[in-house]
């Protein structure tokens, strides 16, 4: 059988993880274009008006500029690849927490109740977390509630049918009938309801 990924190690989960990294690299592209216009613009414009100057002067300018070039860009390289990490890892606390919330409520959506978010402690949205683990342990409470009282129906129904004995007209045979057979159905509805950590555990064949 394939091994599933490990989706903590994954790099991107998903469209938000990208949409969030995409945001954070426009804003630093614009922080970046303005501080570039902010510092190189007068430069040029100085180098600009000193062509038809002293040739000591346009080269004071152009020293100026390529000084400024050899300092800044290479300490603005190591910053944007910092801040590219740091957003690689801020949208890991966010998309891999939305990852887990949904596969546990797809899970839910298929009957499994007993199934539980679990977030890294650095991870975001542990209120989240709080609340869908809350809404699927008391959504789980309620079915265990509901199969308990179809359990004690389908004894009743049993009951009855014993205590009646043979004593049965056609009309109420007609309707033990009738109550059995919708006892069985909702028993077979409820059975595709897991809320217990065991009911995830694979039975062993044959048994």
Same mark, same amino acid.
């Given at each position: 059988?394939a091994?599933?990924p490990?989706?903590?190690?994954?790099?991107?989960f998903?469209?938000?993880q990208?949409?969030l990294?995409?945001?954070?690299?426009?804003?630093?592209?614009?922080?970046?274009?303005?501080f570039?216009?902010?510092?190189?613009?007068?430069?040029?414009?100085?180098l600009l008006?000193?062509?038809?100057?002293?040739?000591?002067?346009?080269?004071?300018?152009?020293?100026?500029f390529?000084?400024?070039?050899?300092?800044?860009?290479?300490?603005?390289?190591?910053?944007?690849?910092?801040?590219?990490? #740091?957003?690689?890892?801020?949208? #890991?606390?966010?998309?891999?927490?939305?990852y887990?919330?949904?596969?546990v409520?797809?899970?839910?959506?298929?009957?499994?109740?007993?199934?539980?978010?679990?977030?890294?402690?650095?991870?975001? +949205?542990?209120?989240?977390?709080?609340?869908?683990?809350?809404?699927?342990?008391?959504?789980g409470?309620?079915?265990?509630?509901?199969?308990?009282?179809?359990?004690?129906l389908?004894?009743?129904v049993?009951? +009855?049918?014993?205590?009646?004995?043979?004593g049965?007209?056609?009309?109420?045979?007609?309707?033990?009938?009738?109550l059995?057979?919708?006892?069985?159905?909702?028993?077979?509805? +409820?059975?595709?309801?897991?809320?217990?950590?065991?009911?995830?555990?694979?039975?062993?064949?044959?048994?």
């Open positions: 059988m091994k599933r490990n989706r903590r190690r994954q790099l991107f998903d469209e938000l990208i949409r990294l995409s945001i954070n690299i426009a804003y630093f592209a614009a922080i970046l274009l303005i570039a216009v902010a510092l190189f613009a007068p430069l040029i414009l100085q008006g000193a062509s038809g100057g002293p040739e000591w002067q346009q080269q004071l300018v152009a020293e100026q390529l000084y400024l070039s050899k300092a800044i860009w290479l300490p603005l390289f190591f910053t944007f690849v910092a801040l590219g990490a #740091h957003s690689v890892l801020v949208s #890991h606390r966010i998309a891999g927490p939305l887990q919330l949904r596969r409520l797809r899970g839910v959506a298929e009957g499994n109740f007993a199934a539980r978010a679990v977030l890294r402690d650095k991870d975001y +949205l542990k209120k989240e977390e709080q609340v869908v683990n809350d809404m699927i342990e008391n959504l409470a309620l079915i265990e509630n509901v199969d308990e009282r179809a359990y004690e389908r004894k009743t049993q009951q +009855l049918k014993t205590a009646l004995g043979g049965l007209t056609q009309d109420v045979q007609t309707c033990l009938e009738t059995e057979r919708n006892a069985e159905s909702l028993d077979a509805s +409820l059975s595709r309801f897991k809320t217990r950590p065991e009911d995830l555990t694979p039975q062993p064949a044959g048994s």
